[in-house]
């Protein structure tokens, strides 16, 4: 089982709005990532969590808050969000965050547009 | 910083025919790892070949292969017998290590029609 699951699958918000974004994998993986891919664009990391605990933060506004309470669960909080954050927000997950294993896996995305 | 080319926006080819999709790559590292991934419709990203830069052996998965020229920074997937469940946006990837974290660096992407 490579899955990993993220909800909702679309989302629409206003500027003003506070939702969060949810990952999950039960893959046993120590490393969680997000990557925002804007349209016809390539996927562009955004945070990695490694054993939890954050390891990249790829100079993303506080807009864009992420949160690992385990090691199967990642969440991204949204705050007063910007129309051009509207994207395709995937998460991926690997076994580990280096070394051989580092295969990622990817979720099918949630697609944010906001108003 | 590590870059990743691809040179065609968009290709095509016939069903059951031979596509080859270029990809070059700039890096100073010696030790890599390189990955194509295709993503369709349905928008997942799914892991087509992984390429370790230590293994001089081409990757072959089925009916899709790499043509892994490292002294040249190329690393090019060709799909033997096309389907049409091949058409999709594929990506070459390259990843490096920040702060002992992985970091995919994508190409632009190249969009695969598969005629019928």
């Not at chain 1, 016809?40 to 506080?62: D, R």
């Amino acid at each position: 089982d490579t899955e990993v699951t993220q909800t909702p699958k679309h989302l629409v918000m206003g500027m003003t709005n506070k939702k969060s974004l949810k990952c999950e994998q039960h893959m046993g993986h120590r490393a969680m990532y997000w990557y925002k891919q804007k349209a016809k664009k390539p996927p562009e990391l955004m945070f990695v969590y490694s054993y939890e605990k954050l390891s990249i933060n790829e100079s993303v506004p506080s807009r864009f808050s992420p949160e690992c309470p385990n090691s199967s669960l990642l969440n991204l909080h949204l705050h007063a969000l910007q129309p051009e954050d509207s994207a395709l927000y995937l998460c991926a997950s690997s076994r580990a965050p280096s070394g051989t294993e580092n295969i990622q896996y990817f979720g099918a995305g949630t697609r944010l547009s906001v108003l | 910083a590590q870059t990743v080319t691809q040179s065609q926006p968009e290709m095509s080819v016939q069903e059951a025919e031979t596509v080859t999709l270029s990809c070059t790559y700039d890096t100073s590292e010696s030790d890599y790892y390189l990955f194509w991934y295709k993503q369709p419709p349905s928008r997942q990203m799914i892991l087509v070949i992984r390429q370790e830069a230590y293994k001089q052996q081409n990757a072959t998965e089925n009916r899709f292969s790499v043509n892994f020229q490292k002294a040249a920074k190329s690393f090019s997937l060709k799909i033997s017998d096309s389907q049409l469940g091949d058409a999709a946006m594929y990506f070459c990837a390259y990843r490096t290590l920040i702060q002992g974290a992985q970091k995919l660096v994508f190409g632009q992407g190249t969009r695969l029609t598969i005629n019928p």
